[in-house]
């Protein structure tokens, strides 16, 4: 095989890689919508059965987002400030 065909392929693998985690991670993803899947039946039902407003398991929540203490907003400014 030759160079330049390792090359593309290895950036191409890479790629791949971003676009599936992409796809996996990111905010309405494949997990967080397997995790809303499981979680709202179970909530529902316990507060069915309970009568209480309280959710047994957590909701999905993404961390790391612009409003987090310390981090950059869309402004490059700290803390949203």
């Known amino acids: 095989m030759k160079p330049i065909t390792k ?3 290895v950036i191409g693998a890479l790629v ?6 992409g796809l996996f991670f990111n905010g309405g993803g494949v997990l967080e919508t397997a995790w809303t899947a499981l979680t709202t039946p179970v909530n529902n039902t316990w507060k069915s059965v309970t009568g209480g407003t309280t959710n047994i398991l ?3 929540k993404e961390t790391g987002t612009a409003s987090d ?3 950059l907003d869309a402004d490059k400014n ?4």
């Open 16 to 21: 791949l890689s971003l676009v599936i985690w």
């Open 7 to 9: 090359v593309f392929l």
């Open 78 to 81: 700290m803390g949203g400030n």
């Open 58 to 60: 957590p909701q999905f």
């Open 69 to 71: 203490t310390g981090s």
